[in-house]
Structure formats: structure tokens, C-alpha cells
């Protein structure tokens, strides 16, 4: 009798363990992902749920691709990747999605273009262990209308749309009430393509700041008059305002305000300085012809 008892308790286990897999792999095959699209105005994103058939990274990125060069059922949206524009290949390397598009993907401009691209890298990075989407044309590194390379895009660049602008969420850092040290705050900026990131990146710095307990670290009537990022490098043109620098903060506070929030963005390990087009050797006490790294000594300890 005893050993009937065990004989079923181990059979009722398998039992329970068989049935638990089961709903394990239902769960699976019901995870839903959005599908985005440009809706009707070219204004803004929408979506439709899609199940996938694929299970792995390597058949989820190759039937969303797939779908996203679809028409989507719903008759007034519009696929963000439109006719005439052909993918010729991607790879995957780690959490990175490289997509190589042919020449007439250079034909998009402004508007259209970013919405483009919002809708794969959105889609694209639900897929798990795909984090960032890097754009090619022709195998060479996609640069827009404003010649700045788009570099690593993560979906948290494309928070929502609303009109002909894009939300994006940035990190920034301005000053501690003693002026020695940086504090974090994200923010969301409207952004229309015409120009690029890193620029508007700049000028919410120059701004200032507007939550309490956060300092300026720039000086008034600075200016930005060119931003590149090329190879992981921004290089950032400002006018001789900047070397004024405000009394209530330090070199390194007022310099790295910038590098740290623009090192935020992906595709970007490090930032050169131009004052009116020219490398500029000192900051007042800081050498300054060199280029600029993150710097996380300088960042205020989170309470």
C-alpha cells in the first residue's frame, strides 16, 4: 500500500511538471509584439499586435523584418519602410541588429525618414536580446539629411509621436547646488529630424535647467554652431561665449554637463570641443584640445 502511495505521488508530479511545460510554451506562442506603422498624416506611429511563429532571436528577427515590408491589415496605416526600398541584408552581432539598405533608402527625407526608422527600430528591439538597431546604406553607415551618422538607435529614442514631431527621452546633467558636482535628470524633447540630436541634446544644456535642486552649467548666449558624430566621436562647435563660464561651477562641471549627457546617446564613447571652428589647448585651468570621455567621478551619488 505504501508503495502504491509513492507510485502515485511521483506519477501526480510528472503529471504536474508535464502540465506546467505545457503552459510554459502556450505562454510562448501567445506573446503578442507590436507591429508599428506610420499611421494615415504621416504624423505619428501606430501599431497592430502580431503573434510570431519564430522562437528564437534569429527567426523572430527574420519574420519581423518580413512583416514589417508587409501592407498592415488595418487600411489606413501606412508601412514605414515604403515601396521601392529594399533591405539586401542584415546581420546580428550580440544585442546589435545591422540592417544594409539599398541606395533609395537615402531618397527619405525629413519627416517620413525618422518615422521610418522609428517604426523597424521600435518593432525590432522587442525582440529579447536585441537592443540596438544600427542602419547601413549600401554597407556604409546611413547618414541623414543633416549629415550626421544615426548611429546605435534603441527604442527608448522613440517614446511616442504626436503632430510632425518626434518625443525622444534624454539624460542630461547640470550642476549641484555647490557647483562640484553633476546630477541627472531625463527629459523628453520634441524632435522633428531637422537637425540633429546631439544638437538639441546641446541646447536643453544651454537652457538650463527647470526642476529644483539643479544648476546651470553654461553661460548665456551660448551658441551651438556645428555638431557631427563620426566613429563614435561627437564633435561639437561652439562660440566663445562658452569660454566665459559661469563663477558658480567648475571647469570640469561645465564641460563634462555636456560629454556626459551627449556620451548618453547611443553611438557615442566621446566628445571633441571647437570654439568658433578652432581647437582651443586650455578651459581656463583644464586642457581642452583633447577628447572628452564620460566621466562618473564627477557625477553626484543618487540619494
Known amino acids: 500500500m505504501k508503495r502504491a502511495f509513492i507510485a502515485f505521488l511521483i506519477l501526480a508530479a510528472m503529471m504536474l511538471i508535464s502540465c506546467g511545460g505545457k503552459n510554459e510554451n502556450i505562454d510562448i506562442l501567445k506573446n503578442e509584439y507590436q507591429i508599428y506603422y506610420i499611421d494615415s498624416k504621416t504624423s505619428g506611429l501606430v501599431s497592430e499586435s502580431y503573434v510570431p511563429e519564430g522562437k528564437t532571436k534569429e527567426e523572430l528577427v527574420a519574420e519581423l523584418l518580413e512583416v514589417l515590408q508587409n501592407e498592415p491589415a ?14 539586401k541584408d542584415y546581420s546580428i552581432s550580440d544585442d546589435q541588429l545591422i540592417i544594409n539598405f539599398d541606395s533609395s533608402y537615402n531618397e527619405l527625407k525629413g519627416i517620413p525618414e525618422v518615422l521610418c526608422r522609428a517604426t523597424i527600430v521600435k518593432t525590432m528591439c522587442q525582440i529579447p536580446g536585441i537592443d540596438f538597431v544600427f ?39 547640470f550642476a549641484n547646488e555647490t557647483g562640484d558636482k553633476l546630477k541627472k535628470t531625463t527629459r523628453n524633447i520634441f524632435y522633428t529630424g531637422t537637425s540633429p540630436i546631439e544638437e538639441h541634446v546641446i541646447n536643453q544644456i544651454i537652457n538650463g ?38 563663477p558658480t561651477v567648475t571647469d570640469e562641471v561645465a564641460i563634462y554637463s555636456i560629454v556626459n549627457s551627449l556620451v548618453e546617446l547611443p553611438g557615442i564613447n566621446k566628445v571633441q570641443f571647437r ?15 583633447g577628447l572628452f570621455e564620460r566621466n562618473l ?4 551619488e543618487e540619494e
Open 297 to 300: 567621478s564627477i557625477n553626484e
Open 135 to 173: 542602419f547601413n546604406v549600401n554597407g556604409q553607415p546611413f547618414i541623414d539629411s543633416n549629415g550626421v551618422q544615426t548611429g546605435l538607435m534603441t527604442a527608448e529614442f522613440f517614446i511616442e509621436n504626436t503632430g510632425a514631431e518626434t518625443h525622444y527621452k534624454v539624460t542630461l546633467y
Open 74 to 87: 488595418n487600411k489606413f496605416y501606412k508601412k514605414g519602410l515604403p515601396e521601392g526600398v529594399t533591405i
Open 275 to 289: 570654439i568658433n571652428g578652432q581647437t582651443v589647448e586650455m578651459f581656463h585651468n583644464t586642457p581642452f584640445d
Open 209 to 246: 535647467p527647470t526642476e529644483m535642486g539643479l544648476y546651470a552649467t553654461v553661460p548665456e548666449g551660448t551658441t551651438v554652431l556645428n555638431v557631427s558624430t563620426k566613429e563614435k566621436i561627437c564633435y561639437v562647435d561652439l562660440n566663445e561665449k562658452f569660454l566665459e563660464k559661469l
